[in-house]
C-alpha cells in the first residue's frame, strides 16, 4: 500500500508540472488558436534565470528560503518578459495570416531559444542547487512524501486556485474569457485584444518559470533541451485534457503524471513514455477533443 | 453626429464598400436597408473599426474615428449590437452585462444602467445567473441589446435585430428601440432587412444596392418610394 501511495504521489507532483506548463499552452490556444511551440522554452529560461540568481545569491552568502523565492521571482519576471517579446516578435505580425504561418514562427522561435541559451551558457548539464527546504514535519512521511513533493504539490495548488480566481473575478480573467469566446465581440464591447493576448502570454510564461524552477530544485541539473522534452509533454497533457479547456490542462497534466509513473513502478521506466503516449492516442480515439474538451463547432 | 464621406472597405481585394457618404443626426433613428450582401453589416464594422476602411472619412461629433482602434471608437460612446446577437455563450447574463460596461468605472452609474436594462427586459433579470447561450433567440436578443446599452452608448448601432425572431418577439423590440431613442436621447442606427418595421421606427432611411448608397430620404417618402416598394416592401 506504501508503494502505491508513494508512486501515486510521485506521479502528482511530476503531473503537477506538466499542468503548471500545460495551462500556459491551453490559455493561449483558446485566445489565439496557436499552439505555442516556443513555451517549453520559455519555461527553460525560468530555470536558467533561478539557476544564475540562485548562484549570485548563494556566492553574496545568502542560504535558505529567500534564495528560493528571490530565485523563483526573478525566473517569473524574466520568463514572462520573454513570453511577452515572443508573442511581439514572432507572433503578432502574423495574426491575420493563415494559421500555418504562425506555427512555423512558433517552431523557429523554440529553435532559436534553446540555441540561444546553448550559446550564452553551455550544452552542458549544469548542477542546479536543491533551493526547496526540507520540512521537519514531513520527516516521518518521508519514504512516501518527502519534502520535495510537498512543496511542489502544494506550490502548484496554491498557483491553480490563484489563477481560477483572477480568471473568475477580475476585470482581465473576464476579458479573457469573453475574447477566447468571441474575439470580434470583445473588441466590439471595448476590450483591447492585443493587452489581453500580451497578458495570456505573460501569465502562461509565470507559471512554466513557476514550474521550471521546482522541477529543476527537484531533479538537480538542467540544460537548454529540458525545455522542448517538458514542452513536448506539456503540449500532450494539454491535448490529452482538452486544449483550450484550463480545468483540462490540470487533469490532463495529472493523468499523464500518473500514467508516467504508475508504468515506471509496476513495469519498467524503459517504458514510460510509450505508456504516455498511448494513452494520448486511446483518449484521442475515444474522445477526439481531449476528455474535457468540447466537440469544435465550426465558427461561420 | 455620424458622418461618413465616400467611404471604401474591402474583404481582401473584394470591394464591399464603394464609397458610402451618409450623415446621421444627434437624436434620430436612421434606418439603413438592403438585400443581404449590399453591404448593411460592413458598413457598421467600418463604424466600430473592427473593418477600417481603406479610403474615405468616418467622422464621429466632428472628429475623425476611422484611425481608431475598435475600443477607443467605443470609448468615444459607440456601440454595436452585432448581426446574429453574439452573446457570449459560457458566460452569465450578468457576466455578459459586465462585458458590457467594460470600459466603465463608474460603479454606481453602472447598477443604474442595469437596473434600467433589468426594467425593459424583466426576464433578464430572473435569468441573472444563467449561461448566455443556454437563453432562447429572443431572449438572446434583448441581452444583445441590453449589453451595448451598458456602454451607456450616445449613438447605438443595432445589426438586424429581428433577424429570426417571432413577430411577437419583433415588435417587442422594436418597441423598445422606440423606447431607447426617446428616453435616453440615444441616436440609433438600424440596420434592417425587414424594411417595412424599420421605416415604421425610424425618422430617415438609407437604401444600400451593391455597396453603394442608392437612395436616401425621411421613412415616410422611402415609404412610398415606387422602387422601395417594389424591391424592399413587397408591394
Given amino acids: ?300 | 453626429m455620424l458622418e461618413l464621406n465616400n467611404v471604401e472597405t474591402f474583404y481582401g481585394n473584394i470591394m464591399a464598400l464603394k464609397g458610402i457618404t451618409l450623415k446621421v443626426y444627434e437624436g434620430e433613428i436612421i434606418t439603413l436597408i438592403g438585400a443581404n450582401g449590399a453591404g448593411k453589416t460592413t458598413t457598421l464594422m467600418s463604424i466600430s473599426g473592427i473593418v477600417p476602411p481603406r479610403s474615405g472619412e468616418i467622422l464621429f461629433q466632428g472628429k475623425p474615428i476611422h484611425c481608431l482602434s475598435p475600443d477607443e471608437i467605443v470609448a468615444l460612446g459607440i456601440s454595436q449590437v452585432p448581426e446574429g446577437r453574439r452573446i457570449f455563450p459560457q458566460l452569465s447574463v450578468q457576466e455578459n452585462l459586465d462585458m458590457g460596461a467594460f470600459l466603465r468605472r463608474d460603479t454606481a452609474g453602472i447598477r443604474k444602467d442595469l437596473d434600467y436594462v433589468f426594467g425593459l427586459f424583466p426576464i433578464l433579470a430572473q435569468r441573472r445567473h444563467q449561461a448566455g447561450g443556454t437563453l432562447s433567440g429572443g431572449e438572446q436578443q434583448m441581452l444583445a441589446i441590453s449589453r451595448s446599452l451598458m456602454a451607456r452608448p450616445r449613438l447605438l448601432l443595432l445589426d438586424e435585430p429581428s433577424l429570426g425572431l417571432a413577430p411577437m418577439m419583433v415588435k417587442l423590440i422594436f418597441q423598445v428601440i422606440g423606447k431607447i431613442n426617446g428616453e435616453g436621447a440615444t441616436t440609433i442606427f438600424l440596420v434592417e432587412q425587414n424594411a417595412n418595421m424599420a421605416m415604421q421606427v425610424a425618422h430617415r432611411g438609407y437604401v444600400m444596392e451593391n455597396g453603394r448608397i442608392a437612395l436616401s430620404g425621411t421613412a415616410s417618402e422611402l415609404l412610398h418610394d415606387e422602387h422601395v416598394k417594389k424591391a424592399y416592401l413587397g408591394i
Fill in chain 1, 1 to 300: 500500500m506504501d508503494y502505491f501511495l508513494e508512486i501515486f504521489l510521485s506521479g502528482l507532483t511530476r503531473g503537477s508540472i506538466y499542468a503548471l506548463i500545460a495551462l500556459g499552452y491551453t490559455m493561449v490556444y483558446g485566445i489565439i488558436e496557436l499552439i505555442n511551440f516556443a513555451h517549453g522554452e520559455i519555461y527553460m529560461i525560468g530555470a536558467f534565470t533561478a539557476l544564475i540568481i540562485a548562484s549570485v545569491l548563494t556566492t553574496l552568502g545568502m542560504s535558505g528560503p529567500a534564495v528560493l523565492i528571490l530565485a523563483g521571482i526573478v525566473a517569473v519576471i524574466y520568463a514572462s518578459a520573454y513570453g511577452f517579446t515572443v508573442e511581439k516578435i514572432a507572433y503578432k505580425p502574423l495574426r491575420g495570416a493563415s494559421r500555418l504561418s504562425p506555427l512555423i514562427s512558433a517552431i523557429g522561435m523554440s529553435i532559436f531559444l534553446q540555441n540561444y541559451v546553448m550559446l550564452a551558457q553551455t550544452s552542458d548539464f549544469l548542477p542546479f542547487p536543491n533551493l526547496l527546504p526540507e520540512l521537519p514535519f514531513l520527516e516521518s512521511t518521508a519514504h512516501i512524501m518527502g519534502s520535495t513533493d510537498f512543496i511542489i504539490i502544494a506550490t502548484t495548488a496554491v498557483v491553480m486556485v490563484a489563477l481560477t480566481l483572477l480568471i473568475k473575478f477580475t476585470r482581465m480573467g473576464k476579458a479573457m474569457r469573453a475574447t477566447a469566446q468571441d474575439r470580434n465581440m470583445a473588441m466590439l464591447v471595448g476590450v483591447n485584444v492585443n493587452r489581453v493576448i500580451s497578458a495570456t502570454f505573460i501569465i502562461g510564461s509565470a507559471l512554466a518559470a513557476i514550474g521550471g524552477v521546482l522541477i529543476a530544485s527537484h531533479i538537480g541539473r538542467i540544460n537548454f533541451y529540458i525545455g522542448f522534452i517538458a514542452g513536448i509533454k506539456a503540449f500532450t497533457a494539454a491535448v490529452l485534457g482538452g486544449i483550450g479547456s484550463i480545468p483540462g490542462a490540470v487533469l490532463g497534466g495529472l493523468v499523464l503524471g500518473w500514467t508516467e509513473c504508475f508504468a515506471t513502478g509496476y513495469v519498467s521506466s524503459d517504458y514510460e513514455d510509450a505508456f504516455a503516449f498511448a494513452l494520448l492516442v486511446l483518449i484521442l480515439i475515444l474522445r477526439p477533443a481531449g476528455i474535457l474538451g468540447k466537440a469544435s463547432v465550426q465558427k461561420v
